[in-house]
Nanobody, 127 residues
């Protein structure tokens, strides 16, 4: 079964950190672009960052630069999102998605271009 699974979400206090993990099963992430996205209640899904799994090249949404870091582990077929200095406005369901990396460009921050999604993991930032 081909699927992506996110993990690592939870409740964290403002200023805290979390690391999300996106694990692929049933297929390899080689030759794919993997993106992290989030969707807060009542808002559209937005892109955070994406990574070319083969060479580690990355894009970040401008507003996400500095606090969020994407990385990957080829041996574990996984992609991570390190989130630091979390704020209440970061509260959302966080998703990972993958697609063939045929063209590497910042359009890969757009949710609409992805066709393979995980189920999401809830991140709540609250005191």
């Amino acid at each position: 079964q081909v699927q992506l699974v996110e993990s690592g979400g939870g409740l964290v206090q403002p200023g805290g950190s979390l690391r999300l993990t996106c694990t692929a099963s049933g297929f390899t992430l080689e030759n794919t672009a993997v993106g992290w996205f989030r969707q807060a209640p009542g808002k559209e899904r937005e892109g955070i960052s994406c990574i070319h799994f083969n060479n580690g090249a990355t894009y970040y949404k401008d507003s996400m630069k500095g606090r969020f870091t994407i990385s990957r582990d080829s041996a574990k077929n996984a992609v991570y999102l390190q989130m630091n200095s979390l704020k209440p406005e970061d509260t959302a369901v966080y998703y990972c998605a993958a697609k063939a990396a045929t063209v590497w460009a910042d359009y890969l921050l757009m949710p609409a271009v992805y066709n393979n999604w995980g189920q999401g993991t809830q991140v709540t930032v609250s005191s």
